[in-house]
């Protein structure tokens, strides 16, 4: 977390890596090198990370989160918004996430 606050991703990425390989079943390794991977806009890993993620834990709304900002930045709008409701429906306080779901709500209607 702290190399991720500190930009220096390559080192969030490894310093992950190794803790995945010695805890697999950790959720939030995986949550957090998928964080990693977005910020360095590796969205495919990203993306397989976050699912990894809410495989082991799947009530890791910040991975759902995730995965949706992933799909955002791929363009695909529909996989985004299943992943932001998903997020909602485990933690409905998630302001930011409920104001993605509002506008891909419209933006598919009107298309």
Known sequence: IRRIEDQAFDEA???ATSLIHQAPWFAE????RAVAYFYCENYDAALRDHQQAIEINPYHFLASAGMGK???R???RV???ECF????RL???MEDIRAHVVY??????EN
Do not use: P, Y
């Not at 891909?104 to 209607?109: A, E, M, T």
């Open 74 to 76: 791929l363009e695909n």
């Open 79 to 81: 996989a985004a918004l």
């Open 104 to 109: 891909l709500q419209r933006s598919l209607k």
């Open 85 to 88: 409701r998903r997020a909602l």
């Open 29 to 32: 390794a995986w949550h957090q």
């Open 91 to 93: 933690n409905s306080g």
């Open 13 to 15: 990425i490894d310093r």
């Open 70 to 72: 992933c799909h955002l």
